[in-house]
T-cell receptor, first 115, second 117 residues
Framework: NAGVMQNPRHLVRRRGQEARLRCSPM?????VYWYRQLPEEGLKFMVY????????ESGMPKERFSAEFPKEGPSILRIQQVVRGDSAAYFC?????????????FGQGTRLTVV | AQSVAQPEDQVNVAEGNPLTVKCTYS??????LFWYVQYPNRGLQFLLK??????LVKGSYGFEAEFNKSQTSFHLKKPSALVSDSALYFC???????????????FGTGTRLKVLA
């Protein structure tokens, strides 16, 4: 039973390019969460999605960032026109449902470096 | 608003000694609390959770956590630390967003545990 799969593990982009980060949740999980972790900092919530729905995007920057979780395929976090400040580790987590008492399972993360 | 605080950036403990990593929380309603561990360049691994019932929760790798409602704390403990326990530990609460009414995981800033041989 594969865990949460994120790819790529490492991504290098030049300033102004687009970054696309993919997350395949655990089998049977329909809830996905994206977090950003800066060096020596904690996890900052970005967005919470269910299949074909954005549940909570209160942590997403208003510009350049978008996320989707289509009916088929992985969840995508898209960053347009990347800047150096976007360099961070981006983690995806999934849970089987939205109940309060279920734990989320995390992927290994995508480390984005903007040069 | 829902929040989690980890007051210590780093905790040092000698191998074989007991360890405690502190966490306090603020939620409205019943708290659902979690501990995760992160090893270098890895994702977070689930350790344990408190839902209801017994205040002492046992988890993976010999870790346990004590829920204290009056002190709004959920401290992570282990009776005898190992060098391999050295990692970054995160406390989290599943809290309801006041704006959307939905539930998301809110993490503390993390505590780096160093177990010295």
């Amino acid at each position: 039973n594969a865990g949460v799969m994120q790819n790529p593990r490492h991504l290098v982009r030049r300033r102004g390019q687009e970054a696309r980060l993919r997350c395949s949740p655990m089998k049977g999980h329909s809830h996905v969460y994206w977090y950003r972790q800066l060096p020596e900092e904690g996890l900052k919530f970005m967005v919470y999605l269910q299949k074909e729905n954005i549940i909570d995007e209160s942590g997403m920057p208003k510009e350049r960032f978008s996320a989707e979780f289509p009916k088929e395929g992985p969840s995508i976090l898209r960053i347009q026109q990347v800047v150096r400040g976007d360099s961070a580790a981006y983690f995806c987590a999934s849970s089987p449902d939205g109940r309060m008492n279920t734990e989320a399972f995390f992927g290994q993360g995508t480390r984005l470096t903007v040069v | 608003a829902q929040s989690v605080a980890q007051p210590e950036d780093q905790v040092n403990v000698a191998e074989g000694n007991p360890l405690t990593v502190k966490c306090t929380y603020s939620v409205s309603g019943n708290p659902y609390l979690f501990w995760y561990v992160q090893y270098p360049n890895r994702g977070l691994q689930f350790l344990l959770k408190y839902i209801t019932g017994d205040n002492l929760v046992k988890g993976s790798y010999g870790f346990e956590a004590e829920f204290n409602k009056s002190q709004t704390s959920f401290h992570l403990k282990k009776p005898s630390a190992l060098v391999s326990d050295s990692a970054l530990y995160f406390c989290a609460v599943r809290g309801v967003s006041p704006t959307s009414g939905t539930y998301k995981y809110i993490f503390g800033t993390g505590t780096r545990l160093k177990v010295l041989a």
